[in-house]
């Protein structure tokens, strides 16, 4: 009975060693800047308050600014994250959502433009195809 349950431990512990980590998800949030400078605040302490619980990264220039915060769990989605509190240096308090010009979710587009690429690849492979067919009937 103890080499059995010795080894159900065993063989418990070996799966969970090699578990699958559940995919994490990647969120991109785009500010508009006179926004921000409306609100006398940045882009910077926005991402400060989100730091301690998600990776965050931040990418100022030209164009809009934006945000990349990495969410570890695949249960997230834009309004989780669109609903997470903002303290402004004035003591005002907004959601996220209502700070952000756009919030996209990276990994969910990301899943849509392969299944267009797939679809498209197929559609040239079938189009090759079809030229193949033609010029070997026309050519006797």
């Not at 431990?9 to 994490?24: D, H, I, M, Q, V």
């Not at 006398?40 to 931040?58: C, E, H, R």
């Amino acid at each position: 009975m103890k080499k059995v349950a010795l080894i159900f431990l065993l063989f418990c512990t070996c799966c969970l060693g090699f578990a699958k980590e559940p995919e994490s998800k990647t969120f991109l949030i785009l500010f508009d800047k006179v926004e921000l400078a409306l609100l006398q605040t940045n882009l910077g302490s926005i991402a400060q308050q989100l730091s301690p619980f998600f990776p965050t990264k931040t990418y100022e220039g030209n164009s809009e600014l934006a945000l990349l915060v990495e969410i570890p769990t695949s249960t997230f989605n834009e309004c989780l994250l669109g609903e997470y509190w903002i303290n402004l240096k004035d003591g005002r308090r907004f959601q996220l959502q209502q700070l952000a010009f756009r919030l996209f979710d990276l990994s969910e587009n990301k899943a849509v433009y392969q299944r267009y690429m797939h679809d498209f690849e197929a559609q040239v492979e079938q189009k090759k195809k079809v030229l193949k067919s033609t010029k070997s009937a026309s050519n006797p």
